[in-house]
């Protein structure tokens, strides 16, 4: 293969943090997070483009499921910087799906979600510990739910209406980064990762071109190949950038 690259985003930092081994012994949780992105993408059956309501979903989900605790429509207000209103249609939707349970103020997970998530993380080979508590479930020892807090956040800070198939495709260049050391793949890899189709796969990435969240690069022997890159001088992915490397480098 003939691709030369000047992508020097991470392997430099990584070198000069003194990280890199423990990096390269905990690439599997990115390849983790990678797989429950692409399950949380296909199982959604509401809102499955909206990154806004993915990240309300998620806040949930983590104090459900990494916490164990009970949530709240005004604690969400408090964690997300979003319009009321919207907030409060995406918490009766999940109401009513039969996802959530309103007692009082405070939402709890229903068996209904409880059986779905479970489904979920065992598909992605999140590991966790069943429990007896009424949550169900609880993701140990590795933060996913965090880091995907994290990782969105900054998505919705950038304001390019990404969608939550754009953050698999992001965590899949970076998973090839981290893992196989390799910045760039093509259109076939993409969607032979992620399961999907190329036509599926080719909607989703002329946007993150246009943003300029991704470069192309034409391979050096065959014009015809076309290498997707996550683009260094993106302000927003040298952010995320390092929202993985804490990530992958923390003690839990």
């Not at 690439?27 to 993915?54: G, P, V």
């Not at 950038?158 to 390799?182: S, V």
């Amino acid at each position: 293969m003939n691709v030369t690259t000047d992508y020097a985003l991470n392997s430099k930092a990584l070198r000069h943090s003194g990280q890199y081994s423990r990096v390269t012994k905990r690439t599997k949780h990115l390849t983790l997070l990678t797989n429950l992105t692409l399950q949380l993408y296909k199982r959604q059956t509401t809102s499955r483009t909206s990154l806004r309501a993915f990240f309300i979903k998620t806040l949930v989900l983590q104090n459900f499921f990494e916490k164990n605790i009970p949530c709240c429509q005004q604690w969400i207000m408090e964690h997300f910087d979003e319009d009321a209103d919207f907030i409060k249609r995406n918490i009766k939707r999940s109401i009513k799906a039969d996802r959530y349970l309103l007692s009082g103020e405070k939402i709890y997970p229903t068996k209904t979600l409880i059986k779905h998530i479970k489904g979920i993380y065992s598909d992605s080979g999140v590991p966790f510990i069943e429990t007896k508590n009424g949550y169900g479930v609880k993701i140990t020892p590795f933060k996913v739910l965090q880091f995907l807090v994290d990782y969105c956040r900054l998505s919705l800070a950038n304001k390019d209406q990404e969608t939550l198939l754009q953050q698999a495709i992001q965590l899949t260049l970076w998973e090839h980064f981290f893992y196989k050391r390799k910045a760039f793949l093509t259109t076939g890899d993409i969607a032979q990762r992620l399961k999907i189709s190329k036509s599926t796969l080719s909607t989703a990435l002329s946007p993150m071109l246009e943003h300029g969240l991704l470069k192309t690069k034409q391979d050096c022997s065959d014009d015809r190949i076309t290498y997707w890159i996550l683009n260094q001088q993106d302000p927003s992915l040298r952010k995320k950038y390092h929202v993985i490397r804490d990530y992958l480098c923390c003690d839990e």
